[in-house]
């Protein structure tokens, strides 16, 4: 079983960059299509971004498309999200999630992934 951490949440003002980091013990990351979600107050949890095993392939939801930028390091174990423009409406809980690639669903699907991190808070100010 997989256990994901993620870091690098806090706070900045808007127009600032950040970079989280989703770190797995328990096993590797390696096989694993990796996602990043957000979930603000009152709101639902929603897509980020994705990145397949191999790094080849990305996705982004339109809301972060030309800002946010993810990265994955399979030898360090680590998955990284880096966010540049930040806007107030960033604002959320950033969570990171692996999937095994089993139930082939799009990556956009929370129903997709089999691991979950529990989050750090990103908070921009304007």
């Known amino acids: 079983q997989v256990q994901l951490v993620e870091s690098g949440g806090g706070l900045v003002q808007a127009g600032g960059s950040l970079r989280l980091s989703c770190a797995a013990s328990g096993g590797t990351l390696t096989s694993y299509r990796m996602g990043w979600f957000r979930q603000a107050p009152g709101k639902e949890r929603e897509f980020v971004g994705s990145i397949s095993w191999s790094g080849g392939n990305t996705y982004y939801a339109d809301s972060v498309k030309g800002r946010f930028i993810i990265s994955r390091d399979n030898a360090k174990n680590t998955v990284y999200l880096q966010m540049n423009s930040l806007k107030p409406e960033d604002t959320a809980v950033y969570y990171c999630?692996?999937?095994?690639?089993?139930?082939?669903?799009?990556?956009?699907?929370?129903?997709?992934?089999?691991?979950w991190g529990q989050g750090t808070q990103v908070t921009v100010s304007s």
């Open positions: 999630a692996a999937d095994r690639g089993v139930r082939y669903r799009p990556s956009w699907d929370l129903h997709a992934y089999d691991y």
